[in-house]
C-alpha cells in the first residue's frame, strides 16, 4: 500500500460514499482486495507516513510532501487562493478564527459539530461559522487533521501534535523549488503528459507550473515529445517505460488518477467521461456514481453502482459497453464486480432490471440473485 500510494502520489477524499469512500478504490483497482482497516491504520498512525491536506483537492498524502505544499498555507494565511467564504477569515473576521485555534490549543482536537453556531439556511455546503473557521485555518497549515470521524467529519489538532517532528523540521523549500518537485512527481505517475495534465495533478495554476516545467524540461527530467493524436504540446518523463503491454482488468473510481482529469482520459482512451452526481436524474446519460471498467489498457465500458449494505448486495444500477468493446467485456466486469462485492463485505451483486444488460452478457454467472435479475 505505501508503495502504491508513493507511485500515484496522493489519494483523493470524496465524501459520496454511495458505494464506498473514494480513497479506498484506487488501491482496490492495483491491488485487488486488501483489507481496508490496515488503509486506515496507515492514515492515523503515529508514525504519521500520511497527512491529509490539499492536493489533488481534498487529498491523503506522503508526509514529505509536507514542506513542498507550505507556499499553498502561506497563501491561504494571507487569504489569497482559498474559496471566497472562507477568505475572510485571513482579515476581518481572524478574531473569530484565533478564538478556535485557541481553543484547540488549550482543549485539544476539535471538530465543527463541536462547536455551536449558525448554519447557512440551505444548500449542500450549508457550513457553520466555525466550519468555515476551522477549514480556513486548516488550508493555512495552522491547525492539522488527526481523523475523520465515522460520519466523515474532520477532527483537527495542533500540526505539532498530529504530524512528525522531523517533517515539521525540514526546511520550508522556494516556492518555485516545491512546484516544481511537485510538477516532477506529476510526470512520474502520469509517464506522459501536456502542460495542462501536469499542473492539474496537484492543482496547480497556469502561472505556478509554466517556470518548473521549462526548468525540469532544462534539466532534462521532462523530455518534450509529439503524441499522435493529440494537438498539445506533451512531455515524457526520463525514467517513463513506454512500449509496456497492458493486461488484466479494473474498475476505476471517478477520482481515480487515470479517469479524474477528463481531457487527458478522452486524449488517451477516446472514452468521454462525465460525473454526473450533480446532473438532475432525468438528464444524467450514464447514471450517479459511473465507474470506467479498464480491461487490456482500454476503457471498454462503464457501470453506474450502488452498495446495498443493508441488503448485502452490489447493485448494478445500469451497465454500458463502449463501441468496439471485446465480446467478453461484460463476462470479464461481472468477475470485478463479484471481486468488489466480496472486497466490500456484500454476499451478492444484483443485476438492476434497469441496467440494460442482456441475458449473454451474464451467461457466465451462477448466482442466484443475478439469475434472477436476468429473468
Known sequence: MRREIGRLGLLQIDSVNVLVRAHYMPLFSRLGPYDRGALDTLAIAQSKCFF????????????????????????????????????????ERRAEADALLTRIESGGPLAASDVSGPKASKGMWNWSDAK???????????????????????????PERVLPRAALARPTPDPVDARRELVARSAAALGVATANDL???????????????EQLVEAGVLVPVHVRGWQQQAYLHKDARPGRRH?????????????????RTERLFGFRYRLEIYTPAHKREHGYYVL?????????????????RRAGALIVLRAHREPGAPAATMERMLAELRLMASWLGLSD???????????????????????AAME
Open 52 to 91: 491529509e491536506y490539499w492536493g489533488h483537492e481534498a487529498s491523503l498524502l506522503p508526509i514529505d510532501l509536507h514542506p513542498l505544499l507550505r507556499w499553498r498555507m502561506e497563501r491561504a494565511r494571507g487569504g489569497r487562493c482559498v474559496w471566497s467564504r472562507l477568505e475572510p477569515f485571513a482579515g
Open 132 to 158: 468555515h473557521a476551522l477549514e480556513w485555518l486548516f488550508w493555512a497549515g495552522l491547525i492539522a487533521s488527526t481523523h475523520r470521524r465515522g460520519s466523515f467529519e474532520r477532527v483537527y489538532d495542533l
Open 199 to 213: 499542473r492539474d495533478y496537484y492543482r496547480l495554476s497556469p502561472a505556478d507550473a509554466r517556470l518548473p516545467i
Open 247 to 263: 493486461a488484466g482488468a479494473a474498475l476505476l473510481s471517478p477520482f481515480d488518477p487515470v479517469v479524474w482529469h477528463r481531457p
Open 292 to 308: 470506467p471498467f479498464l480491461m487490456d489498457g482500454a476503457l471498454v465500458a462503464r457501470v453506474d453502482l450502488k452498495a446495498d
Open 349 to 371: 451483486v444484483v443485476i438492476s432490471s434497469t441496467a440494460g444488460l442482456e441475458s449473454r452478457d451474464c451467461r457466465v454467472s451462477s448466482r442466484k440473485s443475478d439469475r
